[in-house]
């Protein structure tokens, strides 16, 4: 039998979220695995239930702790952009979050080893996960500064918050062809940046401007 709380009624329906996809389209995501993702997860399981009507609008929203769920756009152009070019296998995930990035990326790459600064937000997206049967997905309580050395060289590298420059931990962890995607700059001034790795040379692509909460070091 189908949960209903994953299904969603109302406002989560399928109605609106086909509405959000259109939108995207819309918006120049073309790529049909990762639409179908952003369409079929629950948004609304991996926030308050106060703000489960606005789940499905194209909007970043409030998680707790001073975080967001990130803004459905941006989760389907960091994961197309690290799908171009070959679905990489195993990616870093630097920011769970809620989980919600987490869970549109997850069925598309081989494994995902993603880190967490806040203990409580990590929990939460642990058992959000769990119920939505993702068992490819390892987590970790760390600092996404130093990434997550003993399963490096990735493949992939998604960073879920802005810092002034890419931690040079997370440069050195991503594997040759790897490519790293991460908002980078000041705040109001943010570029999405793509860094692919070519041997010992990084090429770097802006792929657009960025609005994210910013990358902080330590734990909590």
Request: aromatic share 4%; charged share 20%; with cysteine.
């Amino acid at each position: 039998m189908t949960n209903p709380k994953l299904t969603g009624i109302g406002m989560t329906s399928a109605r609106t979220r086909d509405r959000l996809i259109a939108r995207l389209r819309e918006q120049g995501i073309a790529n049909p695995l990762v639409l179908e993702r952003i369409r079929s997860v629950p948004r609304h399981v991996f926030m308050d239930e106060a703000l489960a009507s606005r789940a499905y609008e194209d909007t970043a929203l409030p998680i707790g702790h001073g975080q967001t769920i990130s803004q459905p756009y941006i989760v389907a152009r960091m994961t197309e952009a690290l799908l171009e070019g070959g679905a990489p296998r195993k990616v870093l995930e630097i920011g769970t979050g809620c989980g919600y990035q987490t869970a549109v990326l997850a069925p598309l790459v081989t494994t995902v080893y993603s880190v967490e600064r806040i203990a409580a937000l990590q929990l939460r997206a642990r058992r959000v996960l769990r119920d939505l049967r993702i068992s490819n997905v390892f987590m970790r309580h760390g600092d996404g500064f130093e990434g997550w050395p003993p399963y490096a060289p990735y493949d992939g590298i998604l960073v879920a918050a802005a810092a002034m420059a890419v931690p040079p931990a997370l440069l050195e962890q991503l594997g040759n062809g790897g490519r790293l995607i991460m908002p980078v700059g000041p705040d109001r001034e943010q570029r999405l940046v793509r860094i692919t790795r070519r041997g010992d040379l990084l090429e770097r692509e802006v792929l657009g401007p960025a609005t994210f909460v910013p990358l902080l070091q330590g734990l909590s």
